[in-house]
């Protein structure tokens, strides 16, 4: 059994709080899964996203019935196998004559459904594909850039959802620091039309060009597509504040600094002392101390003068 500490008054719940562990997100999982009907292109699409995310991604082969992510009641089974995996990512793929080639991206809350997209996949080139040198495929884990191309990005509502979802889909773990050397590929993103955008996967191949500054070039190692929109739906606003919502900072205290060495430094401000306008009592024990040895030296002093030798 373990004993759980529950504090009796608020003065316990913030010292409780102050010494609890620092909560630190770690990088999304990635869902991956087939509904009831797929197609050939759409399992290739499927099977190509599983290779960028592989080492940070679960991948479902069997088919799943009664999955409708925009349907009420039917994203059950997607926050249970949410919640099952640990993933806060999905990508959804299925199809119908109504929809063909269809694929949901979707983020989760404390595994439960925040937000969708819905895009059809048109003019798919998987990575197998292209040809080009083995040696600049992109490494396991490496951060890629992203480029967004079009002004439709910033002023149409479903592609800025969508560019959203596309980040973090890709980006991998959120990282302070980065090395340059170790970023080798780029996603390039044009937005077509207010509802088509192509996207292209580029890998980076560093040349000399005579200054400190190496001369990039793409070299498109796949796999590219055309995501044309659907659907899409927004968080509710009442889960997007909770979503919203960071830990909260310590109080930074006033005048207060710490050192490797000295641990914990403090300043104090004291006024200024008015010392002239200061009164000193005749009862200041210095005073007396003084005043006793004065005295005593004078005696000393008229001793002498008496008894000359």
């Not at 580029?202 to 190692?221: D, N």
Request: glycine letters at 6%; charged letters at 30%.
């Amino acid at each position: 059994m373990v004993a759980i500490r529950v504090p009796r008054s608020q003065r316990a719940k913030r010292a409780l709080l102050k010494h609890a562990p620092k909560l630190v997100e770690t990088g999304k999982k990635t869902l991956i899964l087939h509904g009831t009907k797929t197609s050939a292109v759409l399992n290739s699409v499927l099977a190509n996203l599983f290779h960028l995310k592989r080492d940070n991604a679960v991948k479902f082969s069997k088919k799943n019935d009664n999955i409708r992510p925009f349907e009420s009641g039917g994203e059950t089974s997607l926050e249970f196998f949410s919640l099952k995996t640990d993933c806060s990512l999905l990508v959804y793929g299925s199809h119908s004559k109504k929809r063909p080639n269809n694929l949901v991206l979707g983020r989760t809350y404390d595994h439960h459904i925040y937000d969708l997209v819905e895009v059809g996949v048109e003019n798919f080139k998987s990575i197998e594909s292209y040809v080009y040198d083995k040696k600049l495929a992109p490494k396991l884990g490496s951060k890629p850039f992203f480029a967004f191309i079009g002004e439709h990005f910033e002023s149409v509502e479903e592609l800025k959802h969508l560019k959203e979802v596309l980040l973090d889909l890709f980006r991998g773990e959120v990282v302070e620091n980065l090395n340059l050397a170790g970023v080798d590929r780029v996603f390039v993103c044009t937005a077509i039309s207010p509802t088509t955008v192509y996207m292209m996967h580029c890998a980076l191949r560093l040349k000399r060009s005579g200054t400190s500054i190496p001369r990039m070039e793409l070299v498109e190692v796949g796999p590219s597509m055309d995501l044309v929109v659907r659907r899409h739906r927004l968080p509710v606003e009442s889960l997007k504040k909770e979503a919203m919502k960071t830990a909260d900072h310590a109080k930074k205290m006033k005048n207060v600094s710490k050192d490797p060495v000295h641990g914990k430094l403090g300043k104090v401000y004291i006024p200024d002392q008015q010392i002239a306008k200061m009164s000193l009592s005749n009862d200041v024990k210095g005073l007396k101390r003084e005043r006793r040895e004065a005295k005593q030296n004078k005696d000393h002093s008229k001793k002498q003068k008496i008894n000359p030798e």
